[in-house]
């Protein structure tokens, strides 16, 4: 990664343009081609420094329901049941930790029966029974930006 591609990150985060060309507007910013910006973005995202590129919404403020999900998975079997997770379009992001329960995803759906149905979809899907949802009680918001 380069000056360049860290003041890309930095905008990104940040002050993603929302108009009908983002890529050729921050490339002008960087004073680069629309094209050299694509070419930079993909190659952020092929080396796993970008996850993923689009809005967050606070979904409760637009009726939805979302819960912690706590799952103990087969060490062995925690990337193949990771990508499943991870391809419900209702699961924000999944990750494993260092503990007896290792793999956290977030669920967020129209209502709490969708989040019954899918918790049991997953474990019918993995044979995984040992799986919990942790609604939240309180709402904690960290604005979090990672200066490059």
Request: glycine share 8%; net charge negative; proline share 5%.
């Amino acid at each position: 990664m380069d000056a360049l591609d860290r003041e890309l990150l930095n905008i990104i985060q940040t002050d993603f343009p929302l108009d009908p060309t983002p890529y050729r507007t921050l490339g002008e910013r960087l004073g680069i081609p629309e094209s050299e910006t694509l070419a930079r973005v993909r190659g952020l995202v092929e080396s796993g420094v970008i996850r993923r590129i689009g809005p967050s919404f606070d979904a409760r403020r637009l009726g939805y329901v979302s819960t912690l999900v706590a799952m103990k998975v087969p060490s062995q079997r925690l990337d193949e049941v990771a990508e499943l997770v991870g391809s419900y379009r209702e699961v924000t992001h999944n990750y494993g930790r260092d503990h007896e329960y290792n793999l956290w995803f977030t669920l967020v759906c129209p209502g709490q029966a969708e989040i019954e149905r899918i918790a049991g979809e997953i474990k019918s899907r993995t044979g995984i029974t040992d799986l919990h949802l942790l609604p939240a009680e309180r709402m904690f918001k960290i604005r979090v930006d990672f200066e490059f």
